[in-house]
Every structure is written in C-alpha cells, then in structure tokens.
C-alpha cells in the first residue's frame, strides 16, 4: 500500500543520486517514506470555503496534513458572524467543521493574518500547496452623493455589530428614526430588516451581542423599506424550498393581489412595526438634513427593464422620487480585498482570476468561496465549489504539478511567527473560548454570549 501511495506521488523513497544507506532496514526506511510523502496544504480563512476545502482533502488524500490559518482568534467565518442570530438551524454546520478540526491531520490557527503576519510566498514555501480561502471581507460602495454621512451604514458592518465581528463592534448605529431604508433586496437586506423589526424579547434567546440587544431595545425604528434597482421576478434572496424562484414569484404575485382577509386585515391595521419591497428603483443620492449633519432620506431614480433573460437591466426613465429616513444601510453586495501583492487580483469583480480554482500564473495557488466565485450562493453552494477546489488540487498532485519532496508545513511558519512576536490561537484554544461565552450565556438564558474583543480573548488564554 505505501509503495502504490508513493508511485502515485512520483517520488522515489531516496533521491536518485544516492542510493539507500548501507544496512538501513525497512522499519528505518519506513519511517522516513511516512514522514516525507506526507502532503502539506495550508489553508487560509476559516469560514465555510476552508472547513469544505480541508475537509474533501482530508477525506480524499490519507496523508494529508491541513493547517487552516485565520485572522480572527475564533474560527467559523461567516456561519459565526454572518448567519442571522434567528436562524441557529443554520449554524449547526459548525458541528462538521468541528469534527474536521479535531481530526489528527487537521490543525487550526487563529489570530494569523496572512499579508501581515505571513506572507503567501512564504506559506508556498512551507507547504505543498496553498489555497486561499479567505471570503469577501469588504463591501461594495454605493458611489453617490452623502454616503459618507452619519446614519449611512452598509449592511455587512451592522451585521458584524449584532453577530459581535470585533471590527464592528464599536458600530452604535443611531435608531432614534421611525423609517429606515436599506438599498439592495438579498438574503443579507431581508435580514437587516428583520432585526430591525423583530421585538426584543424575541432575540433575547439568541446569540445576538449584548451590546446590540441594548440598542435594539431602545429602538424608534417602525418602518423598513427594501429597495431594489429591478423588479420582483429578480430579487436576490432566495427561500429554502425546492424549485424556490417559481415559488417566491407565487409567493410575492399571491402578497400583491390578494385581499386579506377579516383577521389578517385587523392584523396588518393593528401592527406596531411594518415593512415593504419598493421595485424599479436605483438610488441616486442621500439626502442631507436641514443642517447637513445627517442623513435625512435617498432620492431614487425610477428605472424600467429593458432586455431579456441575464441580459435584463435597469435603465432610469427620468422620474425621480424622495424617500424620507433617518437611516440608510446599503445592502449591494459583498467584495473580496487582495490578500497579498503576490497573488493577482482582479479589483473589478473583487475575486482572484482562477480557472476551476487553480490560481491563474501561479501553480500551486488555489481559491476556493466567495473569493474564488464572488459573493454569491448559499453555504451548500460554497461546499461544492470548494470540494470542485479540493479535486483540482488532488489532481495537479497526481499529475506531479505539485513540489516533489518534503515541505516542513507549520514548523517553518511557527518559527517565523514567533519570530515576529505573533502568537496563534489553536483549536483547543478556542474551545475554551467557546465554553466561556456558553457560560457567560447560560447566565441570561442564551445560547452563549459572544466574546467581541480579541484582547480580552487573548488575556482569557493567558496570551
């Protein structure tokens, strides 16, 4: 079995210019043919794209090794910081990525930023491979006039406030405004909208921040208006149901035409907090306030569709309309950042030029997510773009595109790491953590209560 594993890397046990030592025997032999035929690959980003990428090769390769290196102190991505606090169902992927984690060829390193910390030509260095995994961390600007004023806000940073993402936790968006509007009608916006206007005592039970349930509470938000460029036959959020565009479409179409009945009236005229899809409609500006200090509402163009099928687009008819709020979240999309100088980048679709994965110019490079594709789909989507990684990786290796000989994989990088005074955060590590803020939790009757301050996560550890 160990000679059919090391044709198929085509190395032999002993470089050809030298044979075996003299008298060695097979145990000696055995023993270096273990540890030199064992594949480093290394990780970066520890959402969903890196626990799927890690996973499929783990699974496919037996003697693979994977580290998986993460700038936050705590793993999980986007399942910890970017799934809404009343979908727990959704996050219990993060039972997988745990048993991925306490696998022996699996190790976790937190609090590394790759680009600062350790550089991507160096992770080339240590490992066999290296796959950038690493999401979309930033969010796509609006570009129009009064953005930048107070009560603008795009929706990643305020979800990041309420699911405690320690660059967003200093947020304290101002809801003293009784109407809100949120530009763009994803998955994302319809979340937004729903924190807004969930009543407290509904999230108390949730794993929503202490902080943001404090400002929640103290909330005059009444209205939510979702705006979108195009009509409702191309809204982005989805709905977890088979065939789910013909059925949202039955869904909105059944909404728009018919009548409510006796209680359902009765029930709409009585409720305290209220929200609406505005189509056709392309911001165009934000609207200061009297004093210029804050803003005061978005001034829409009215668009129409011209084209079919993919090709449809928005195209203003010359109509304009003002929309009065005290609050503006922009919800038009996720972006990638460039991670490194060494890795190209295309700045344009925020994503890192690759073909099925396999970095372009770079062997030996590869992307797997929302910085390979875009910020697109949902969690099952990025499972099988990073498994479709994961192959391409696993055949480049079989195909001797890969280094042929050892790699010291995380030794080299601990040495460095130390080296620059960074100390990383191990898995075991982490689940301290996480009994802390289970603890800390169970005290208010919530799931946990998240940690929201990397230095008070460090000092926890004894960092």
Same mark, same amino acid.
């Given at each position: 079995?160990?000679?059919?594993?090391? @044709?198929?890397?085509?190395?032999?046990?002993?470089?050809?210019?030298?044979?075996?030592?003299?008298?060695?025997?097979?145990?000696?032999?055995?023993?270096?043919?273990?540890?030199?035929?064992?594949?480093?690959?290394?990780?970066?980003?520890?959402?969903?794209?890196?626990?799927?990428?890690?996973?499929?090769?783990?699974?496919?390769?037996?003697?693979?090794?994977?580290?998986?290196?993460?700038?936050?102190?705590?793993?999980?991505?986007?399942?910890?910081?970017?799934?809404?606090?009343?979908?727990?169902?959704?996050?219990?992927?993060?039972?997988?990525?745990?048993?991925?984690?306490?696998?022996?060829?699996?190790?976790?390193?937190?609090?590394?930023?790759?680009?600062?910390?350790?550089?991507?030509?160096?992770?080339?260095?240590?490992?066999?491979?290296?796959?950038?995994?690493?999401?979309?961390?930033?969010?796509?600007?609006?570009?129009?006039?009064?953005?930048?004023?107070?009560?603008?806000?795009?929706?990643?940073?305020?979800?990041?406030?309420?699911?405690?993402?320690?660059?967003?936790?200093?947020?304290?968006?101002?809801?003293?405004?009784?109407?809100?509007?949120?530009?763009?009608?994803?998955?994302?916006?319809?979340?937004?909208?729903?924190?807004?206007?969930?009543?407290?005592?509904?999230?108390?039970?949730?794993?929503?921040?202490?902080?943001?349930?404090?400002?929640?509470?103290?909330?005059?938000?009444?209205? !939510?208006?979702?705006?979108?460029?195009?009509?409702?036959?191309?809204?982005?959020?989805?709905?977890?149901?088979?065939?789910?565009?013909? @059925?949202?479409?039955?869904?909105?179409?059944?909404?728009?035409?018919?009548?409510?009945?006796?209680?359902?009236?009765?029930?709409?005229?009585?409720?305290?907090?209220?929200?609406?899809?505005?189509?056709?409609?392309?911001?165009?500006?934000?609207?200061?306030?009297?004093?210029?200090?804050?803003?005061?509402?978005?001034?829409?163009? !009215?668009? @129409?569709?011209?084209?079919?099928?993919?090709?449809? @687009?928005?195209?203003?008819?010359?109509?304009?309309?003002?929309?009065?709020?005290?609050?503006?979240?922009?919800?038009?999309?996720?972006?990638?950042?460039?991670?490194?100088?060494?890795?190209?980048?295309?700045?344009?679709?925020?994503?890192?030029?690759?073909?099925?994965?396999?970095?372009?110019?770079?062997?030996?490079?590869?992307?797997?997510?929302? !910085?390979?594709?875009?910020?697109?789909?949902?969690?099952?989507?990025?499972?099988?773009?990073?498994?479709?990684?994961?192959?391409?990786?696993?055949?480049?290796?079989?195909?001797?595109?890969?280094?042929?000989?050892?790699?010291?994989?995380?030794?080299?990088?601990?040495?460095?790491?130390?080296?620059?005074?960074?100390?990383?955060?191990?898995?075991?590590?982490?689940?301290?953590?996480?009994?802390?803020?289970?603890?800390?939790?169970?005290?208010?009757?919530?799931?946990?209560?998240?940690?929201?301050?990397?230095?008070?996560?460090?000092?926890?550890?004894?960092?």
């Amino acid at each position: 079995m160990a000679s059919r594993c090391w @044709r198929w890397w085509g190395w032999s046990a002993w470089p050809r210019t030298r044979p075996p030592p003299a008298g060695s025997t097979p145990s000696f032999r055995h023993h270096l043919s273990t540890q030199e035929k064992t594949l480093q690959i290394c990780v970066v980003g520890s959402g969903p794209a890196g626990f799927y990428t890690a996973q499929h090769l783990l699974k496919q390769h037996p003697q693979a090794h994977v580290d998986i290196y993460e700038k936050q102190p705590v793993p999980f991505g986007l399942v910890r910081f970017g799934v809404a606090p009343d979908h727990p169902e959704v996050k219990n992927v993060i039972n997988t990525f745990t048993q991925t984690a306490h696998s022996g060829r699996c190790a976790f390193w937190g609090n590394v930023e790759v680009g600062r910390d350790v550089t991507v030509p160096e992770l080339r260095e240590a490992y066999h491979a290296v796959v950038l995994s690493y999401g979309a961390e930033d969010h796509r600007a609006l570009e129009v006039p009064g953005e930048e004023l107070p009560g603008v806000c795009s929706a990643r940073a305020f979800v990041g406030w309420y699911n405690g993402l320690p660059e967003n936790r200093e947020l304290e968006p101002d809801l003293s405004c009784d109407t809100a509007v949120i530009l763009g009608q994803g998955n994302v916006a319809l979340d937004v909208a729903r924190i807004l206007l969930t009543p407290p005592e509904h999230l108390e039970r949730t794993d929503i921040t202490k902080a943001a349930l404090g400002v929640l509470r103290q909330s005059r938000v009444k209205t !939510v208006w979702l705006v979108g460029r195009r009509g409702p036959l191309q809204v982005a959020f989805t709905i977890k149901v088979p065939r789910p565009r013909k @059925r949202l479409t039955e869904l909105l179409l059944r909404t728009a035409t018919e009548k409510p009945g006796p209680e359902e009236a009765a029930r709409r005229a009585s409720a305290s907090r209220a929200w609406g899809l505005r189509f056709f409609r392309s911001p165009q500006q934000v609207l200061p306030s009297p004093d210029g200090r804050r803003a005061a509402g978005v001034r829409l163009a !009215v668009t @129409r569709l011209e084209g079919v099928g993919e090709a449809t @687009r928005a195209v203003p008819t010359g109509d304009m309309e003002d929309l009065p709020c005290g609050l503006v979240l922009s919800s038009v999309g996720y972006k990638s950042r460039p991670v490194d100088p060494s890795v190209p980048f295309d700045s344009k679709l925020g994503v890192i030029p690759n073909v099925e994965g396999r970095v372009m110019d770079v062997p030996g490079l590869y992307c797997s997510g929302w !910085v390979k594709r875009g910020p697109t789909g949902v969690i099952a989507t990025t499972m099988t773009d990073s498994f479709l990684t994961g192959q391409m990786l696993l055949q480049d290796l079989k195909a001797g595109l890969l280094p042929s000989g050892p790699r010291p994989g995380y030794a080299a990088i601990q040495a460095l790491l130390s080296s620059r005074g960074v100390r990383p955060v191990s898995f075991s590590d982490w689940e301290k953590l996480d009994a802390e803020e289970v603890a800390r939790g169970q005290r208010t009757g919530k799931p946990r209560e998240k940690l929201v301050d990397p230095q008070e996560m460090l000092r926890l550890l004894g960092h």
